[in-house]
């Protein structure tokens, strides 16, 4: 049976040099992902030109960067990641094979095969942050499975991660004991009454220990 390989990471884009290569409606896709992600990423995005939309979207970002010019090698120098979205798949193919030269990550837009990592759904609230892959062979399944869990995670999870986490300061056992202690403040979130309540799910576990 196929499985999903992939290994999920959380990176602090704004301490990391993104390029992307491609200034039109999938450059503007993938822009839009990084920045309702993580508003400061720190981005420079090139091209030959740019749609209207994407210098829109640049400009109410102070640490996106629009270079226009042809795409050369010379551009993935002191990069962290790549993101090649052209229109000329042989442009494309050559950013893969450059970066690839370099040991950088490398997306290709629509590629999976020339695909080091995906930019897969995520879901947002607060503290909290899910990523969601399904292995670049669903992006419909991903999108619903989003859309399913911001309805069912509320808005004010953030309260209950931030007690939590004061309360995880104020234990003074080994680790074990603190692992037992979470554990047994935060079984709510999994149990079989809440599971499918939008309204009460996290809260059992909430009421249990409010730290306020």
Request: charged share 25%; with cysteine; hydrophobic share 35%.
């Amino acid at each position: 049976m196929e499985r999903n390989e992939l290994y999920p990471i959380f990176l602090k884009v704004n301490q990391l040099d993104v390029l992307i290569i491609g200034g039109g409606n999938v450059g503007l896709e993938k822009l839009g992902f990084l920045l309702k992600s993580s508003p400061n990423a720190n981005v420079e995005v090139i091209s030959k030109d740019f749609i209207p939309e994407l210098k829109t979207l640049a400009a109410q970002h102070p640490h996106v960067k629009l270079t226009q010019k042809a795409y050369e090698v010379s551009d993935l120098e002191k990069r962290h990641m790549v993101i090649g979205c052209t229109d000329d798949l042989e442009v494309n193919l050559q950013i893969n094979q450059d970066a690839k030269a370099k040991h950088l990550i490398v997306n290709i837009a629509d590629t999976p095969d020339q695909c080091d990592f995906y930019l897969g759904g995520i879901v947002t609230k607060g503290h909290v942050k899910i990523a969601i892959s399904t292995n670049g062979k669903s992006p419909t399944t991903a999108k619903r499975l989003r859309q399913f869990l911001e309805e069912v995670i509320p808005d004010n999870i953030t309260d209950f991660v931030s007690n939590l986490n004061a309360y995880r300061k104020t234990l003074k056992g080994d680790f074990q004991y603190k692992v037992d202690e979470l554990n047994k403040i935060t079984e709510g979130l999994v149990s079989k009454k809440n599971k499918y309540d939008n309204n009460k799910i996290f809260w059992s576990a909430y009421r249990t220990h409010p730290l306020q």
